[in-house]
């Protein structure tokens, strides 16, 4: 009799394990279709337009009192903005999450419907293509802001041959333009004219303007700030902030390859639809009616192009 009991415990414990075990198999596969959806990643995609569009407008109205740079790190270097609604003293704002989280959040989506649940088929290869372009230029977009190394301030007395020991070219200030708004002592832009003494010898001269960096070597130079020279009255000095990204190339080649994933996948559904297409099948009857010597040529043409598009 006990022996009994217990044997119905242990089938009563192994039941309510087994049924334990399915209902978080439900939820893990829920979430596993959740995060690999078509509404989650539009959301997120949406999400990102959002904080684009945003921080243009950020960087914009501070850029010129905290620099470009510092504007951009201000808005896309936090964990969560807040979006004004109605205006930039609105009392109701839009919360979203940062720029980091949001694409690591797309990025994982992705990942999981894009890579990992779509069918590994000729048929989508260029779809998979695409997904890996994306999931390539979110990746730089993360792991460049990581990697960048940065010069904070390099001031350029008007005149003088800057050498600053973190980066493989020397710098001259020959003239700084500024421009005020009028009537006021705000800036409204101004521009450094330098010249660049590269390592490797030579010279060569570049201007460097708000929102228009320079690149050389790997480096990009941003126009920061300006000043007066404290042993000079009345020289300039032109701050830059210098940084380097060893990945600033890759959201380039990760638009080469989404265009090319794009354009595979358009070539083999148009290839699809000139096969279904009721036209195409009369217009190839009625080239079998014609000598054989001119037929065979366009039909291997027509092969051939189909071939191609749906491979």
């Not at 978080?24 to 596993?32: A, F, I, V």
């Not at 501070?62 to 808005?75: R, V």
């Not at 009721?278 to 217009?283: E, I, K, T, W």
Request: glycine share 10%; hydrophobic share 45%.
């Amino acid at each position: 009799m006990q022996s009994a009991l217990f044997l119905d415990y242990g089938r009563l414990t192994l039941m309510d394990r087994e049924r334990t075990d399915a209902v978080w198999k439900k939820y893990g596969r829920s979430l596993w279709n959740f995060a690999g959806s078509y509404g989650l990643g539009i959301a997120l995609m949406l999400i990102l337009l959002v904080l684009t569009f945003a921080g243009t407008l950020h960087q914009v109205r501070l850029s010129s009192a905290m620099g470009s740079e510092a504007a951009i790190e201000s808005f896309f270097g936090v964990a969560y903005v807040l979006i004004p609604l109605g205006g930039e003293n609105s009392l109701i704002s839009l919360p979203l999450p940062g720029m980091g989280i949001t694409c690591v959040l797309l990025f994982a989506n992705l990942l999981i419907g894009g890579v990992f649940r779509i069918r590994w088929t000729w048929r989508h290869a260029g779809v998979l293509v695409a997904h890996g372009g994306i999931l390539l230029l979110l990746a730089g977009i993360m792991l460049g802001n990581k990697m960048t190394m940065a010069v904070e301030q390099v001031e350029l007395p008007q005149g003088d041959r800057v050498h600053e020991y973190s980066l493989p070219f020397d710098l001259r200030l020959n003239r700084f333009v500024p421009e005020f708004y009028p009537g006021t002592s705000k800036p409204k832009s101004y521009e450094s004219q330098i010249t660049v003494f590269p390592e490797s010898g030579g010279q060569y001269d570049a201007v460097i303007r708000m929102n228009e960096p320079l690149r050389l070597s790997g480096w990009t130079l941003y126009q920061m700030s300006w000043g007066q020279d404290s042993l000079h009255p009345g020289r300039l000095i032109s701050i830059l902030r210098a940084s380097h990204n060893p990945l600033e190339q890759m959201p380039k080649w990760s638009s080469y390859i989404i265009a090319i994933g794009l354009l595979w996948h358009f070539a083999c559904v148009f290839g699809r639809y000139l096969r279904r297409k009721p036209g195409l099948a009369s217009a190839g009857t009625a080239a079998t009616a014609e000598p054989q010597a001119a037929s065979a040529p366009a039909g291997k043409n027509i092969c051939v192009w189909q071939a191609f598009a749906c491979w």
